[in-house]
């Protein structure tokens, strides 16, 4: 059992997690994006047109994991991102990061919660679906401030399940699978691939990105790992290679059982796609609805975990209000921090006025706000990843990126298309992430004396 630190010692998390429960938290990071979000693509892309993007995000998230792993395994820090690009960068560097990873993963978890409330008005239409996103928030904020060992303990079990489930979708639809169903229309609405398609492929970028999101927040839980070093690798790897085969198999099963074109623009495809399958009353379908909650559960209580641990390294070093880097004297868990990108993401949930912009839905929009914090972040680290190669060779690297410079050089560049791209279709939202990060800067540099003082002391 941990102590507590002595007075005035900065705030320290326990290290409790074992290799099997950093996979866990990476792959149930993530695997809501097997479930929902990804639909969309279909409906600026088409099927074929997806999975053409689709892999190639794919390849950046797996040469930007394998490069990102040699960050988190020579810095095992709770701000992730935020520390690497201020070793690299300074204060600055590690401002842009920090911001943008939260914003990656405060604006992540209402997207989800609305699509638990999809699932729930499903089984009880009477349901509110947000009133049931509300209580989400409120059931996984309580269980991550009781205890980590608990909350990645719950999360292994329910990631688990969730790939059972995922799994059983794809063994239930397949007598219905067809190839034509898949292809038809899949050039974005043609049968046939041409330049016209083009422009769908690059506006569905952030629903693939949507498939992997947030796998990188593992290296917020590094400082309460037992192994970061030899745990972290692991965890990544398996972690990217179990994403990518699910992504794959969800999207052609789902796009092959029928009308492809009902499945875009909805919250919850899964259990659409079966329908036509099993009827609505089938107890397949009441299965999927049930245990499809696993996926999204796994995502949203793992998202609250990673932004937690960003606000609280980011005010444990003044860059937010110290006030949220207090730490539970029982749970030693930063409860204050829970609770704060709690209240954000309530109130993007009931914010439709202000986030429907450019004519897309609301759970849309706060995907792709999502991703330009992503991208960002991304952009980011591996530019720290190079200056950090030149500026400090004599680092302690217990792994380094394989393929060096070519698996970094591959994940920087794809992720500045992806970002060009989405600004060219996503201006509106890009003006109010800028925005986001405006308002932050000034914070940081209206507070910049009170960080000195901090690093003096």
């Known amino acids: ?13 326990k290290q409790t997690l074992n290799t099997l429960q950093l996979w866990g938290i990476a792959v149930g990071l993530v695997i809501s994006g097997e479930y929902f979000g990804w639909s969309y693509g279909w409906a600026s892309a088409g099927t074929l047109g997806f999975t053409v993007t689709a892999l190639f995000i794919a390849a950046m998230y797996t040469t930007f994991i394998f490069s990102f792993t040699e960050l988190t395994t020579s810095m095992p820090h709770a701000g992730g991102p935020f520390a690497y690009s201020k070793a690299a960068f300074g204060p600055t560097g590690g401002y842009l990061a920090g911001a943008a990873t939260l914003i990656e993963f405060v604006f992540a978890p209402p997207a989800i919660a609305l699509a638990i409330g999809a699932y729930l008005n499903v089984q009880f239409p009477g349901l509110d679906p947000k009133l049931a996103a509300v209580g989400a928030y409120l059931v996984f904020m309580t269980l991550n401030i009781v205890g980590v060992q608990i909350a990645a303990t719950f999360e292994l079990l329910i990631t688990i399940l969730a790939i059972f489930e995922l799994l059983v979708f794809m063994g239930v639809v397949s007598p219905a699978f067809s190839m034509a169903h898949f292809v038809k229309g899949g050039w974005a609405g043609a049968d046939h691939f041409s330049l016209a398609a083009v422009p769908g492929m690059f506006a569905a970028i952030p629903f693939a990105i949507w498939f992997f999101l947030a796998i990188e927040g593992v290296a917020m839980a590094a400082e309460e790992a037992k192994d970061p070093r030899r745990s972290i690798p692991v965890a990544y790897i398996t972690g990217i290679l179990t994403l990518v085969a699910l992504a794959v198999g969800v999207m052609v099963f789902a796009g092959g059982a029928g009308d492809w074109t009902t499945l875009a623009n909805i919250n919850d495809p899964l259990p659409q796609a079966m329908k036509r399958i099993v009827g609505e009353n089938s107890n397949w379908l009441h299965m999927l609805v049930w245990l499809g909650l696993f996926g999204l559960i796994a995502s949203f209580h793992g ?3 990673g932004y937690s641990r960003q606000i609280f390294a980011l005010a444990r070093e003044a860059y937010l209000p110290v006030y949220f880097s207090k730490i539970h004297p029982r749970f030693r868990t930063p409860q204050r921090a829970i609770l704060a990108g709690g209240a954000i993401g309530i109130a993007a949930i009931y914010s439709d006025n202000l986030i429907k912009l450019g004519g897309q839905t609301l759970t849309a929009n706060i ?19 190079f200056k950090l190669r030149s500026i400090a060779p004599d680092m302690v690297r217990p792994f380094r990126a394989p393929l060096y410079p070519f698996f970094p050089a591959f994940a920087l560049a794809s992720a500045l298309v992806c970002m060009g791209t989405m600004i060219w279709y996503n201006a509106l939202i890009f003006a109010v992430f800028a925005a986001f990060l405006a308002l932050g800067y000034g914070y940081f540099r209206l507070t910049g004396q009170a960080r000195l003082a901090m690093a003096r002391a």
């Open 303 to 305: 998202i609250i975990l």
């Open 367 to 385: 995907v792709t706000m999502s991703v330009f914090g992503a991208i960002t972040m991304y952009i980011v680290s591996m530019a720290s990843l």
């Open 1 to 13: 059992m941990s102590t507590p630190p002595a007075p005035g010692a900065a705030p320290a998390l």
